[in-house]
């Protein structure tokens, strides 16, 4: 995740925000989130319920860092599936299943509901599969998280046929997007039923209250840290910076203003986004704490950071973000390049391993595609049996998307120049 798009794609700069440094802020602010509502959680609760069967309530066993590490967890892994090039990235996995003339030919063998799987392709339900199937493959998979915090991760519990249109999911946003795969639907549904989920509809269950807070973590880290990104390559002004972070956390006190007048601009941001952060995290816990009964009844419209009295100020936030940081020149012509290099490695790979499965192609061919195969590493592409391919159309295809999807940004330009001949291995 180091070398995985936020927002600027290959920057040269070790100052600017990567998805490893972002998914590590996201899970500090959530750790704090989640532990200071874990404080009215178990006041309110703690010597009320019982603790599984421990004959010990609920507040002798957890204290409240524990329901913070739930959520740090979940926020740590919240972008783990995303592909190269950041949001584009899933964007260009969706054009290559709709415009290939490789992926037209695989949709024959596909279901619907397999084909809106790729037609809709999330980096939430990628991430649900690496955490709960894709690490460590062959030892049953997994990396073995408890049902909690796979619950706190996954904002969207909704399979890709359930999604809501945009007009509903504004209000129910559990179903805006997707969060995981058929593959990967009856792993979820055994995630949810532990969790006492509330399922609305055939394959769509309301959240986790603690996803919630996962949620609000990302959301607050992308829109301030987004901005001091901007800032630091000239995207954005300081004086368009501390203005929108003042809308947050109010007039500094003159003491503070005295000292603060001689740092430098960069300083200034720095100190700024902490207090930020301060009077965010206490407002989203608020708004959580009192809206306890809708999320445990699965009635909370919304998201926590819309209900707070700085929405108006984040909201400025992004919608300067978009204006002038996502927009960068150097951004979207990367992000362009993005479309050209996954749908040409995913064209290779996905036609390699069709080949290979069909076994009626000429002895040219086959001899090129198992040579294409061996590039792909086995626990993407080989057979319940140990065959060289997958018997099903849907897993090979998952193979192969998902082999793509984990590259990074540079090791996805590198191979794509390799494989098309325009560079030679050093």
């Known amino acids: 995740m180091q070398d995985k798009t936020q927002v600027f794609p290959l920057s040269g700069s070790d100052y600017v925000r990567t998805r490893l440094t972002h998914s590590l802020e996201v899970s500090a602010v959530a750790k704090s989130l989640g532990t200071a509502a874990g404080r009215t959680i178990l006041e309110r609760w703690g010597d009320k319920l019982e603790y599984q069967d421990s004959q010990k309530n609920l507040g002798e066993i957890l ?12 926020a740590l892994a919240h972008d783990i599936g995303n592909p190269p090039f950041g949001h584009s990235g899933e964007d260009a996995i969706r054009y290559w299943f709709k415009n290939s003339e490789v992926a037209k030919k695989i949709k024959h063998n596909l279901t619907e509901h397999q084909i809106t799987d790729f037609v809709n392709w999330e980096g939430n339900a990628e991430g649900f599969r690496i955490l709960g199937r894709q690490q460590m493959a062959r030892n049953d998979g997994g990396l073995r998280l408890t049902y909690a915090s796979l619950g706190a991760f996954a904002k969207y519990p909704t399979a890709s046929t359930a999604r809501l249109d945009k007009v509903e999911a504004k209000k129910r946003v559990h179903g805006k997007k997707f969060g995981f795969f058929e593959h990967d639907s009856t792993l979820w549904t055994e995630v949810a039923s532990a969790l ?6 055939d394959l769509r269950w309301c959240r986790h209250p603690l996803a919630y807070l996962t949620e609000a973590a990302d959301d607050i880290c992308y829109r301030i840290i987004d901005l001091e990104d901007g800032f630091r390559l000239s995207c954005v002004s300081y004086d368009e910076v501390e203005s929108l972070y003042l809308k947050v956390i109010g007039n500094i006190d003159s003491e503070w203003r005295t000292l603060f007048s001689s740092w430098d601009t960069q300083g200034k941001i720095t100190y700024l986004r902490s207090l930020v952060f301060g009077g965010a995290i206490s407002q989203l816990v608020e708004v959580f704490n009192q809206s306890e009964d809708d999320l445990l009844s699965g009635k909370f419209e919304g998201d926590l950071l819309s209900k707070t009295t700085c929405a108006s100020a984040f909201r400025d936030m992004k919608e300067l973000a978009l204006e002038k ?15 050209e290099i996954i749908p040409g490695l995913l064209d290779v790979f996905a036609d390699a391993v069709e080949k290979v ?23 993407f592409r080989e057979g319940e049996q140990g065959e060289d391919v997958h018997h099903d159309s849907y897993e090979r295809l998952m193979g192969v998307v998902d082999f793509v999807a984990g590259m990074t940004d540079s090791f996805a330009l590198g191979f794509y120049r390799r494989i098309k001949g325009m560079a030679l291995p050093t």
């Open 196 to 201: 006492g989920l509330i399922q609305e509809a």
């Open 357 to 379: 499965a069909a076994e009626n192609t000429t002895h040219v061919e086959c001899h090129k595609a198992h040579k294409i195969l061996k590039l792909i590493p086995r626990e």
């Open 63 to 74: 204290n409240p860092s524990d329901i913070g590490t739930i959520v740090a967890v979940g």
């Open 325 to 339: 940081v996502y927009s960068k020149r150097s951004v979207l012509e990367i992000e362009a390049a993005g479309f």
